[in-house]
């Protein structure tokens, strides 16, 4: 042993990752900069390092032991998730494998023996949030009980991007024990094994190798509330874009995809046993996704890749035959008609035709594209390395988009006071919202990251003041469009939405009591508050009755619609988180929208129905519910 302190190094023993070419795990070196590193890997040209390279207390331990660590059910961990829907997903994977070791999770912190934070770098923001809970973790078991302290020392483990971005510095100042990759939560248990060991003096434990396959697709994940109606599930990992602003290819490796059939397998679980409403298939760059395992091959050996149109280019050079993105979405919507299929997130490049087609024909995808321009400037997308121009975004969402998708929400990403950024890039990206009129997005002053393209050959040259100035320009001509826009198409418009329960709010109602307001997502994935007291007829839920043959006739409603008594006489029925409800919109604010609960539905059902179309397809169900409402009743 070289001293107090050492760190754990799990290099060569680390278990291989499953798919269906049975490769084993191919590990980079720490920096995982470039593609050079992979190919010396490739050709057992692996980086080690020595003492000398790691701060001067610690030293590395190579008898990593084979037999997998199991601990007493006695042993706790808490775990705090920061950042994306995929920091979520990868903390469902942490969970299963920490429960498959033995270990109990726990809602109370001061409870865990193992307390973990899954971390995010994209931002400074959100790295200084990770910074200022380790601060407090660290006060806190600074100030536990001796006795306490005797029986099991409480440990804190860093995980995610910034784990892999830091490395050893999250181990300064006493701020971690643990510091764990995206790549490297097989190795957990035998990290957290190796810190509580009597037998062996080990203080602090890292793993953070990046790898070129690990997809954790034999991982079934553990989600913290399995009675949730919707899932996150990781379909692919790492980046290869290497956009001039992204960390994400430094902290999480490069692209790889998960076996096409391991993913439909995880989601039909979560249909069958945990009655799942909707999916949110996951990937730094999602659409892009590719099976290329052996299975995929052989079953599509022909297949070819487009990208969205001709003004788009990839960074990624792509074998031919596989499984694409659009194969994966089909056999998703088609384990069950009434299952919801969103994905996050895609890149704009890789919307072609077949994917916009499929979204238009079934009606479980949801009618939502995330498409992050990132900027509305050809020369400022050139120096992001973003692989389009502004004409060719523009033309993909008004000549492919919309024709096809004509109800579509459209959500994006922007960057104000990016390197170099002039006034006049500025006003690009100011009149390209105000052509798109997105209906969400998400906004943010450039912060500058290490390794990044950026960091490397730009200088951060917009001024401080210059940037939350045209950052509030940004979100203010966006609060106005969308404003604007859902004033336009949603009120008056009957959406399906999915009920995920009750507000902290609530309203009186007509006898003057308070009744909670409830909220839900449309398809578009714009969130609706409603209550129950706006019921038609007796203020009761109906079950809708009406046979879809008979309502969905034509391209009007059905003439004999009026004789329908039972569309407000059914049986009175419940409401209850991850139902489906027809709610029509009322009111819009800002992206939110405020609706009239009109009865309880089904996905399919809807669909049938037609109520999303035209407002000349559903006047006369317009006129029917005003009748049975009262002259309160408004339609746009």
């Known amino acids: 042993r070289h001293g107090s302190s050492a760190i754990w190094r799990s290099f060569s023993s680390s278990p291989s990752t499953t798919n269906d070419k049975s490769t084993s795990a191919r590990r980079l070196p720490d920096d995982g900069l470039g593609l050079g590193d992979f190919v010396r890997q490739s ?5 080690t390092h020595t003492a000398e390279t790691l701060p001067s207390s610690t030293s590395i331990l190579s008898n990593i032991p084979e037999a997998p660590p199991s601990f007493s059910s006695s042993s706790s961990f808490h775990l705090k998730t920061f950042g994306c829907q995929m920091n979520v997903n990868d903390s469902d994977i942490v969970r299963s494998l920490l429960q498959k070791a033995g270990m109990t999770e726990t809602d109370q912190e001061t409870e865990a023996d193992l307390l973990l934070t899954n971390t995010c770098a994209i931002r400074e923001g959100a790295e200084a949030k990770v910074w200022h809970r380790l601060r407090e973790l660290r006060a806190r078991k600074r100030k536990a009980p001796k006795t306490q302290q005797k029986q099991k020392r409480a440990v804190i483990g860093v995980l995610g991007c910034m784990a892999e971005r830091l490395k050893e510095d999250m181990l300064k100042d006493g701020m971690a024990d643990i510091v764990v990759g995206p790549d490297a939560y097989r190795d957990l248990p035998r990290l957290i094994q190796q810190v509580w060991s009597p037998d062996i003096p080990v203080e602090n434990a890292v793993n953070v190798q990046l790898s070129v396959d690990e997809t954790y697709a034999d991982i079934t994940p553990v989600r913290r509330n399995p009675n949730d109606t919707s899932a996150f599930v990781s379909i692919q990992r ?4 290497r956009c ?5 290819p430094f902290t999480r490796g490069q692209e790889r995809s998960r076996p096409l059939t391991s993913i439909v397998e995880e989601i039909r679980r979560l249909v069958e046993d945990e009655n799942l409403k909707e ?5 730094q760059n999602v659409n892009s996704y590719h099976d290329t395992s052996d299975s995929a091959l052989e079953a599509s050996p022909s297949s070819a890749y487009t990208m969205s149109n001709q003004g788009f280019k990839s960074r990624m050079r792509r074998m031919d035959g596989g499984y694409y993105f659009a194969d994966l979405v089909a056999e998703v919507s088609d384990l069950s008609p009434e299952l ?6 895609p890149h704009p490049k890789d919307y072609p035709p077949p994917l916009l087609d499929l979204m238009a024909e079934r009606h479980n995808v949801c009618n939502h594209l995330h498409m992050p321009a990132q900027s509305g400037s050809t020369t400022m997308l050139s120096r992001m390395k973003r692989g389009y121009t502004r004409e060719a975004y523009l033309d993909l969402i008004l000549n492919d988009v919309f024709p096809r998708i004509p109800d579509v929400a459209i959500s994006s990403d922007f960057i104000s006071g990016f390197c170099g950024e002039t006034e006049e890039e500025h006003e690009d990206t100011l009149s390209l919202m105000e ?4 209906d969400q997005a998400f906004m943010f002053a450039y912060s500058m990251r290490e390794k990044t393209h950026a960091h490397r050959t730009m200088e951060d040259d917009v001024p401080e003041d210059i940037k939350k100035r045209r950052l509030q320009e940004v979100i203010d001509v966006f609060h106005r469009k969308v404003q604007e826009k859902n004033e336009q198409v949603e009120v008056g418009k009957y959406r399906c939405v999915l009920v995920e329960g009750e507000t902290r709010r609530s309203i009186k109602n007509s006898t003057g009591n308070e009744t909670p307001i409830w ?3 449309t398809d578009q994935n714009k969130r609706i508050l409603f209550d129950l007291d706006t019921c038609p007829g007796d203020g009761n839920l109906r079950q809708f009755l009406t046979t879809h043959t008979d309502i969905n006739s034509s391209d009007v409603l059905n003439p004999n619609l009026s004789q329908h008594t039972n569309l407000f006489a059914g049986p009175q029925v419940s409401l209850k988180n991850g139902d489906y ?3 029509q919109v009322t009111e819009a604010k800002g992206h939110t929208l405020r609706g009239r609960l009109l009865w309880r539905t089904t996905l399919q059902g809807f669909s049938e129905l037609g109520l999303e179309s035209n407002p000349p397809r559903h006047a006369m169900l317009d006129q029917f519910t005003k009748d049975a409402i009262g002259s309160n009743f408004a339609v746009a």
């Not at 919801?340 to 997130?345: D, I, K």
């Open 279 to 283: 999916v949110t298939l996951l990937g």
């Open 43 to 47: 050709q057992g040209m692996v980086e």
């Open 238 to 241: 790492g980046c290869a874009n």
């Open 435 to 438: 052509t798109v009129r997105y």
């Open 581 to 583: 409800a027809i709610v």
């Open 340 to 345: 919801r299929v969103r994905f996050t997130s």
């Open 519 to 521: 909220h839900g997502r």
């Open 244 to 248: 001039s602003f992204c960390i994400v």
